[in-house]
């Protein structure tokens, strides 16, 4: 599986843009990059998932760059409730389905 | 709310002791997976099971198992507990379509945090 690296924490006012980075160097081309998030101990949330484009929803934006080595989930106008563990995750045909977690990014919000 | 029930909420037991925890996957999904998150090993896969049948295995102890009904609710079986299976055991459900990119999108339920004293 190709490995993740994120920074282990980040603050974002609230409204304004948060963007958190990953880093993902071994990736394969049949590998998608995912994002989920947890709030404080709820079970994980999915946001978004891409292959080589940027992908849009109702929830976040993700940028993948054009060598598909790192990527950014951005939130657009962050709010309180967006505090949460943001965990980066890649993840192939050759093993769909199994989740492999890393630390994440703790981000907090801030009034 | 993700639609994945899982119940109980809070479980404690004894060292030693078997304990069953249930999961309902979303209405319509076949793949039901299992994760446990402690402390100091943070969210694993354990078990994935596919239309009852188990699909993929991770770092699931051999003293758990599990399994998928016909009713596609799901049981994980902890068995000679340890202090240290203390955690929260998520469930997730995803997709009827095995394999793919949707498989990946998985909704998790509440959990159910277990105590071993």
């Known amino acids: 599986d190709a490995k993740t690296t994120q920074p282990p924490s980040m603050d974002c006012a609230e409204g304004r843009a948060a963007n958190l980075p990953c880093n993902h160097s071994t990736i394969s081309g049949n590998e998608y990059v995912y994002w989920y998030r947890q709030i404080h101990s709820q079970g994980p949330q999915y946001i978004i998932h891409?292959?080589?484009n940027n992908e849009t929803n109702e929830m976040a934006s993700l940028i993948i760059t054009e060598d598909r080595k790192s990527s950014t989930l951005i939130l657009p106008h962050a709010t309180l409730r967006d505090t949460a563990v943001y965990y980066c995750i890649v993840s192939g045909s050759s093993n769909t389905g199994k989740l492999i977690f890393g630390q994440g990014t703790t981000l907090q919000v801030k009034p | 709310d993700s639609g994945v029930t899982q119940t109980p909420k809070h479980l404690i037991t004894a060292t030693g002791q078997r304990v069953t925890l249930r999961c309902s996957p979303r209405s319509g999904d076949l793949s039901v997976y299992w994760y446990q998150q402690s402390l100091d090993q943070g969210l694993q896969f354990l078990i994935q099971y596919y239309n009852g049948e188990e699909r993929a295995k991770g770092n699931i102890l051999e003293r758990f198992s599990a399994q998928q009904f016909p009713d596609l609710h799901s049981e994980l079986n902890l068995s000679s507990l340890e202090l240290g299976d203390s955690a929260l055991y998520f469930c997730a459900s995803s997709t009827r379509l095995a394999g793919g990119p949707k498989e990946n999108e998985q909704f998790f339920g509440p959990g159910t945090r277990l105590t071993v004293l």
């Open positions: 891409g292959l080589k």
